[in-house]
Antibody, heavy 118, light 110 residues
Framework: EVQLVESGGGLIQPGGSLRLSCAASGFTVSSNYMSWVRQAPGKGLEWVSVIYSGGSTYYADSVKGRFTISRDNSKNTLYLQMNSLRAEDTAVYYC????????????WGQGTLVTVSS | QSVLTQPPSVSGAPGQRVTISCTGSSSNIGAGYDVHWYQQLPGTAPKLLIYGNTNRPSGVPDRFSGSKSGTSASLAITGLQAEDEADYYCQSYDSSLRSVFGGGTRLTVL
């Protein structure tokens, strides 16, 4: 059974840094497209970043230069390093797995809340 | 402002048919990229409902169907049930190498 479990969210001051983790089980993260998708309170879904099985990475313009997606194959874990956090980064961050294609998310984590506030 | 445009809300009575539209542009849906649909029940993570414009993952009832034409796509739900009350999102790919979502549509079952 595929499972994605996020951790690392919390309250952080503007300008601060946070690293989200997504522990995967039931499949190998390095064999799938893995993404982060966020949802601000009461708002819609926003794609944040993707890492291809080959290692290529892509980012939304809103986070480019501030966020870094990576994975640890030995731990079967996906990460999102978030720097220079802003109030508008406040959201539930979902880890997402896409075995079919780079876009279609078959599996979602439960989400972890990041709140950027002073 | 979302790249893909959806109506903020739709509603229907139990047993009725409702459709949710998703309008894009020549750089995403109109460029030939597939459209996918997700259902998000209150307080839960999204769930894949339709992929590749018309395909249902295992376990999704055939009351849900998708279509695509030109720069738009639609999700249809027939035989509306109370448990269908949720937020629905369309998704596609953009020529800027980004995944894009619609703003979401809240379905209310009257």
């Amino acid at each position: 059974e595929v499972q994605l479990v996020e951790s690392g969210g919390g309250l952080i001051q503007p300008g601060g840094s946070l690293r989200l983790s997504c522990a995967a089980s039931g499949f190998t993260v390095s064999s799938n497209y893995m993404s982060w998708v966020r949802q601000a309170p009461g708002k819609g879904l926003e794609w944040v970043s993707v890492i291809y099985s080959g290692g290529s990475t892509y980012y939304a313009d809103s986070v480019k230069g501030r966020f870094t997606i990576s994975r640890d194959n030995s731990k079967n874990t996906l990460y999102l390093q978030m720097n220079s956090l802003r109030a508008e980064d406040t959201a539930v961050y979902y880890c997402a797995s896409s075995p079919r294609s780079v876009v279609v998310v078959d599996y979602w984590g439960q989400g972890t809340l990041v709140t950027v506030s002073s | 402002q979302s790249v893909l445009t959806q109506p903020p809300s739709v509603s229907g009575a139990p047993g009725q048919r409702v459709t949710i539209s998703c309008t894009g542009s020549s750089s995403n849906i109109g460029a030939g990229y597939d459209v996918h649909w997700y259902q998000q029940l209150p307080g839960t993570a999204p769930k894949l409902l339709i992929y590749g414009n018309t395909n249902r993952p295992s376990g999704v009832p055939d009351r849900f169907s998708g279509s695509k034409s030109g720069t738009s796509a639609s999700l249809a739900i027939t035989g509306l049930q109370a448990e269908d009350e949720a937020d629905y999102y369309c998704q596609s790919y953009d020529s800027s190498l980004r995944s894009v979502f619609g703003g979401g549509t809240r379905l209310t079952v009257l």
